[in-house]
């Protein structure tokens, strides 16, 4: 089950936390999340699984920024959340979606216990000029069935900013 705005306001500071949190963000069954000032773009292709690639910071002006169709942009959310017995979900808003940009590519999914920023995998179809502090994205949450065991991965948790790909280190640590 997905739970409505108002359980998810009641479950504030208990089984969800969302800093900063307004009232004015909270949807019938979701909450908006906004997006950071900055973005991060891969500098070096074609990308390799096994590696850590380079990439650069950039930063959203007030004014907006240009996104180009064909390049991946990571972002983050302005909105640190923790989520404990519940399983977080990730979608972009309808209103982005309808002017061409993708939130996310394939990890619209969180875990239960994942603490930390989300960051969002960015494309747009055409070019599209973006802001900052824009509500981009939508957290909703599914109840569990069954025993919980909380997410604890060193590669993504308590994440402070922006994280590109930490594949490679599956790759050193012996899982292929």
Same mark, same amino acid.
């Given at each position: 089950?997905?739970?409505?705005?108002?359980?998810?306001?009641?479950?504030?500071?208990?089984?969800?936390?969302?800093?900063?949190?307004?009232?004015?963000?909270?949807?019938?069954?979701?909450?908006?999340?906004?997006?950071?000032?900055?973005?991060?773009?891969?500098?070096?292709?074609?990308?390799?699984?096994?590696?850590?690639?380079?990439?650069?910071?950039? #930063?959203? =002006?007030?004014?907006?920024?240009?996104?180009?169709?064909?390049?991946?942009?990571? /972002?983050?959310?302005? @909105? $640190?959340?923790?989520?404990?017995?519940?399983?977080?979900?990730?979608?972009?808003?309808?209103?982005?979606?309808?002017?061409?940009?993708?939130?996310?590519?394939?990890?619209?999914?969180?875990?239960?216990?994942?603490?930390?920023?989300?960051?969002?995998?960015?494309?747009?179809?055409?070019?599209?000029? #973006?802001? =900052?502090?824009?509500?981009?994205?939508?957290?909703?949450?599914?109840?569990?069935? /069954?025993?919980?065991? @909380? $997410?604890?991965?060193?590669k993504y948790q308590g994440n402070k900013g922006i994280q590109t790909s930490m594949l490679y280190?599956?790759?050193?640590?012996?899982?292929?």
């Amino acid at each position: 089950m997905i739970l409505t705005g108002k359980e998810i306001k009641k479950r504030l500071e208990k089984d969800i936390i969302i800093d900063p949190y307004s009232d004015n963000r909270l949807n019938p069954n979701s909450y908006n999340l906004r997006l950071h000032n900055e973005l991060v773009r891969y500098t070096e292709t074609p990308l390799d699984m096994k590696k850590s690639n380079p990439s650069e910071n950039l #930063i959203i =002006p007030e004014s907006g920024l240009l996104l180009q169709p064909g390049v991946l942009y990571l /972002g983050r959310t302005l @909105e $640190y959340t923790e989520t404990h017995n519940l399983v977080p979900m990730l979608e972009g808003r309808s209103s982005i979606g309808r002017l061409g940009m993708y939130v996310h590519v394939t990890a619209g999914f969180g875990d239960v216990g994942f603490k930390g920023f989300w960051t969002l995998e960015i494309s747009v179809i055409q070019p599209l000029v #973006i802001y =900052p502090n824009v509500e981009i994205c939508q957290i909703f949450y599914h109840t569990v069935e /069954g025993e919980i065991t @909380e $997410y604890k991965s060193g590669k993504y948790q308590g994440n402070k900013g922006i994280q590109t790909s930490m594949l490679y280190k599956d790759f050193e640590n012996g899982k292929y």
